[in-house]
């Protein structure tokens, strides 16, 4: 790689090595003084990387302040599991739809833009539910502005809502509450306003300052008032923010297609993206080929708070992962080679401190407890975390899940390989087996399984899970 970049020989570099009394082949790793020494001896000229040039490059700027516009708000649904959200979020949607706002149906990117009727324009992420809120969290993405917080009015506070509610609080974000499920003989509003008291949170109706809305996704009551509420957030917080600089946004998910190689969901925060424009995204890189808005048309460029589909990366980035418009290609590239870098050196830590970690704690736990390991490949980076996220929930004192790998895209021998290694089935959920991976697979008696429901997937496991404990005792 060395004498790639500095277009020598590699015999003559490793050469070189030698009569500095190092022995090394071709492939092995130097370190940075080595390299140095060895650069300019050959007569070239070094630039390191490191943090600090990495920062350079997408410097934080100062927007002044006349050059600040006001920029739509960034919503994330969240609450228990089967209160609504993504019935919420659907109906939203398909009224906005309906309404002539679209040329016709909305694509599914991760995001989709809507219009109140009062014409306040409003960004809504479409994975609804903490897990995702918190890994883009984890990877340095704060994008979401209003948490709106859905519990059902038949079923009131449950766990997923008070960890939903310490989300939003760790995270700073105001909440609006939408009671749903109100067409329901059961339904009991007042419960849920009093229940939510005793978490500290005060709506309106409890002379609280939490905006909550009584809706439902079924009948579409209230929904046009949620949305009104959340413009009124929206205008209490001021959001702004620098249209005319280089942009930064945030990947909302990412996945390899087939016929259009990777492509991610951005969620620009500040600046123009552009067709055109060079860019960084975590530990990937690329120019602009073209970006698809939520209703799956081609636009030249995206604003502040807009979701887009990029296409033009050299890989597929994960979701949290921040993308910098940079000026020349060779930045871009030199930042996304350093972070990858770093990343390895990081994993290759990280590693070895598991696998120690999990030994010693495998000897204090209990020798009854029975693993149930499983490889999970998704088609979606949002999709994988959700289905982690319900794996890890699964089980109780005796038997516990194991979810060895999760990733994205189809299934490939290398995780064949792996199933086979720990007798672990593969779940794939909306991903296929390649032609290699399902010939090997079929050989070595490893077991796949395909879902396009996460509810199956999970119901699957639990079932598995249970089996497992009978056939223990
Ligand atoms: P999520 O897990 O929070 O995304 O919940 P879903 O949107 O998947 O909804 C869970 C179940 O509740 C589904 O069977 C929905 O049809 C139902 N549901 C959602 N909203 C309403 C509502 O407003 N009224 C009634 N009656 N049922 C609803």
Do not use: W
């Given at each position: 790689?060395?004498?790639?970049?500095?277009?020598?020989?590699?015999?003559?570099?490793?050469?070189?090595?030698?009569?500095?009394?190092?022995?090394?082949?071709?492939?092995?790793?130097?370190?940075?003084?080595?390299a140095e020494l060895i650069i300019e001896?050959?007569?070239?000229?070094?630039?390191?990387?490191?943090?600090?040039?990495?920062?350079?490059?997408?410097?934080?700027?100062?927007?002044?302040?006349?050059d600040l516009k006001s920029r739509p708000?960034?919503?994330?649904?969240?609450?228990?599991?089967?209160?609504?959200?993504?019935?919420?979020?659907?109906?939203?949607?398909?009224?906005?739809?309906?309404?002539?706002?679209?040329?016709?149906?909305?694509?599914?990117?991760?995001?989709?833009?809507?219009?109140?009727?009062?014409?306040?324009?409003?960004?809504?992420?479409?994975?609804?539910?903490?897990?995702?809120?918190?890994?883009?969290?984890?990877?340095?993405?704060?994008?979401?502005?209003?948490?709106?917080?859905?519990?059902?009015?038949?079923?009131?506070?449950?766990?997923?809502?008070?960890?939903?509610?310490?989300?939003?609080?760790?995270?700073?974000?105001?909440?609006?509450?939408?009671?749903?499920?109100?067409?329901?003989?059961?339904?009991?509003?007042?419960?849920?306003?009093?229940?939510?008291?005793?978490?500290?949170?005060?709506?309106?109706?409890?002379?609280?300052?939490?905006?909550?809305?009584?809706?439902?996704?079924?009948?579409?009551?209230?929904?046009?008032?949620?949305?009104?509420?959340?413009?009124?957030?929206?205008?209490?917080?001021?959001?702004?923010?620098?249209?005319?600089?280089?942009?930064?946004?945030?990947?909302?998910?990412?996945?390899?297609?087939?016929?259009?190689?990777?492509?991610?969901?951005?969620?620009?925060?500040?600046?123009?993206?552009?067709?055109?424009?060079?860019?960084?995204?975590?530990?990937?890189?690329?120019?602009?080929?073209?970006?698809?808005?939520?209703?799956?048309?081609?636009?030249?460029?995206?604003?502040?708070?807009?979701?887009?589909?990029?296409?033009?990366?050299?890989?597929?980035?994960?979701?949290?992962?921040?993308?910098?418009?940079?000026?020349?290609?060779?930045?871009?590239?030199?930042?996304?080679?350093?972070?990858?870098?770093?990343?390895?050196?990081?994993?290759?830590?990280?590693?070895?401190?598991?696998?120690?970690?999990?030994?010693?704690?495998?000897?204090?736990?209990?020798?009854?407890?029975?693993?149930?390991?499983?490889?999970?490949?998704?088609?979606?980076?949002?999709?994988?975390?959700?289905?982690?996220?319900?794996?890890?929930?699964?089980?109780?004192?005796?038997?516990?899940?194991?979810?060895?790998?999760?990733?994205?895209?189809?299934?490939?021998?290398?995780?064949?390989?792996?199933?086979?290694?720990?007798?672990?089935?593969?779940?794939?959920?909306?991903?296929?087996?390649?032609?290699?991976?399902?010939?090997?697979?079929?050989?070595?008696?490893?077991?796949?399984?395909?879902?396009?429901?996460?509810?199956?997937?999970?119901?699957?496991?639990?079932?598995?899970?249970?089996?497992?404990?009978?056939?223990?005792?």
């Open positions: 790689e060395l004498a790639n970049r500095m277009a020598e020989r590699v015999a003559d570099v490793v050469k070189s090595l030698m009569q500095m009394g190092m022995m090394v082949t071709q492939n092995q790793t130097i370190d940075a003084d080595t001896e050959f007569g070239h000229k070094v630039t390191r990387v490191s943090d600090s040039d990495v920062e350079d490059v997408i410097k934080e700027i100062e927007d002044k302040e006349e708000p960034v919503i994330t649904i969240m609450g228990h599991v089967d209160h609504g959200k993504t019935s919420i979020l659907d109906a939203i949607r398909n009224a906005r739809v309906v309404a002539g706002e679209a040329g016709g149906i909305t694509q599914h990117i991760g995001a989709y833009q809507v219009k109140t009727e009062s014409g306040t324009v409003l960004s809504f992420l479409d994975t609804p539910g903490h897990a995702a809120f918190t890994s883009m969290r984890s990877r340095g993405a704060q994008v979401t502005d209003i948490v709106i917080l859905v519990v059902a009015a038949d079923d009131s506070v449950m766990p997923q809502t008070i960890e939903a509610i310490n989300h939003a609080k760790a995270a700073n974000v105001p909440m609006i509450v939408a009671i749903n499920k109100c067409d329901k003989p059961a339904a009991d509003p007042m419960k849920v306003r009093a229940e939510l008291l005793q978490h500290e949170v005060i709506v309106e109706a409890m002379s609280g300052e939490v905006q909550d809305v009584e809706v439902s996704a079924h009948t579409g009551q209230g929904l046009e008032e949620l949305l009104e509420a959340i413009a009124l957030q929206a205008e209490i917080l001021e959001l702004k923010a620098n249209p005319a600089r280089a942009a930064q946004g945030a990947v909302i998910e990412a996945q390899l297609d087939v016929g259009r190689g990777p492509v991610a969901t951005v969620l620009v925060q500040t600046g123009t993206l552009r067709q055109g424009d060079i860019f960084v995204v975590g530990e990937q890189y690329g120019k602009v080929r073209a970006l698809i808005n939520d209703k799956g048309e081609r636009v030249e460029e995206a604003g502040p708070s807009v979701p887009v589909e990029v296409l033009g990366l050299n890989g597929t980035p994960e979701a949290g992962d921040v993308l910098n418009v940079t000026e020349t290609d060779a930045q871009a590239r030199e930042i996304a080679e350093y972070r990858e870098q770093a990343a390895k050196d990081k994993r290759a830590a990280a590693g070895a401190a598991t696998t120690l970690e999990q030994l010693m704690q495998k000897a204090k736990e209990d020798e009854n407890v029975s693993e149930l390991p499983i490889l999970v490949k998704a088609d979606v980076q949002g999709s994988a975390e959700a289905i982690v996220q319900a794996m890890e929930k699964i089980g109780n004192n005796e038997v516990r899940v194991r979810v060895l790998h999760s990733g994205v895209g189809a299934i490939t021998e290398t995780d064949v390989g792996l199933a086979e290694a720990s007798g672990a089935p593969i779940m794939g959920f909306n991903v296929r087996a390649n032609t290699s991976a399902r010939n090997t697979a079929n050989q070595k008696g490893v077991e796949i399984r395909y879902y396009s429901v996460i509810y199956d997937l999970v119901d699957d496991v639990k079932a598995a899970a249970s089996g497992l404990l009978s056939a223990e005792i």
